[in-house]
C-alpha cells in the first residue's frame, strides 16, 4: 500500500473520492488473494468478466483505469499515459506493484480540474449510463466494494 501522501485538488470532492478509490481497490485485491487462498469459484455466468477469480481481477483492475481515461477524454484532458493492465496471468504475478503504481497515477490527471467540471455537465459511459464525472468517481468507488462484498459473500457460502 502506497503511503505518499495524496495531492491537494482544485476541487476537494475529487480529492476525496481518489482517496476512497484506492481504499476500495487495495481491499478488493486482500479479499480476492483470500478467496484465491480459499478456492473460492465464481458460480457460473455468461459475462467472461465473472467466468473465474483471475478474469475478475482483471476486471476489477481495467476498470480503474479505464473509467479514468474516460473521464480525462470526457473533460477534454489528454489521456493519462499509464501503462496497460497486464494480462490476467501476468496480473496476479504482479497485482501489488501494478495496483500501487495505478493508484500513484490515478490520482495525478484531475488535481488541476475546477470543482464545476465535475457536475454541470453528464456524459454517455462506455456503457451507455448518463454520469457526471462526480458520479463516475463515486461509481470508481462502489465498482470494487461491490466485488469485494461479493467475495466475501462466496467465501462465507464456501465454507
Known amino acids: 500500500m502506497i503511503k505518499e501522501k495524496v495531492p491537494e ?47 475478475l481481477l482483471y476486471h ?23 501503462s496497460p493492465v497486464p494480462g490476467p496471468v501476468e496480473l496476479i504475478a504482479k497485482i501489488d506493484e501494478y495496483l500501487d503504481y495505478l493508484v500513484l497515477e490515478l490520482r495525478r490527471p484531475l ?6 467540471d465535475f457536475y454541470f455537465k453528464t456524459y454517455t459511459s462506455r456503457w451507455r449510463t448518463e454520469y457526471c464525472i462526480d458520479a463516475m ?4 468507488v462502489m465498482h470494487p466494494l461491490r466485488h469485494t462484498v461479493q467475495l466475501e459473500h462466496l467465501k462465507l457460502l464456501e465454507t
Not at 488535481?111 to 464545476?116: E, L, M, P, Q, S
Not at 468517481?137 to 470508481?140: D, R, S, V
Request: with cysteine.
Open 137 to 140: 468517481l463515486e461509481h470508481m
Open 9 to 55: 485538488f482544485k476541487y476537494g470532492g475529487a480529492r476525496a473520492l481518489t482517496i476512497l478509490h484506492e481504499r476500495e481497490l487495495y481491499r478488493f485485491v486482500e479479499a480476492w488473494k483470500a478467496a484465491k487462498a480459499q478456492g473460492v469459484v465464481l458460480p457460473p455466468v455468461k459475462n467472461p468478466d465473472y467466468e473465474n477469480l483471475e478474469a
Open 60 to 82: 476489477v483492475i481495467f476498470r480503474a483505469l479505464d473509467n479514468m481515461n474516460w473521464i480525462c477524454e470526457s473533460l477534454g484532458l489528454p489521456e493519462p499515459e499509464i
Open 111 to 116: 488535481v488541476d480540474v475546477r470543482g464545476k
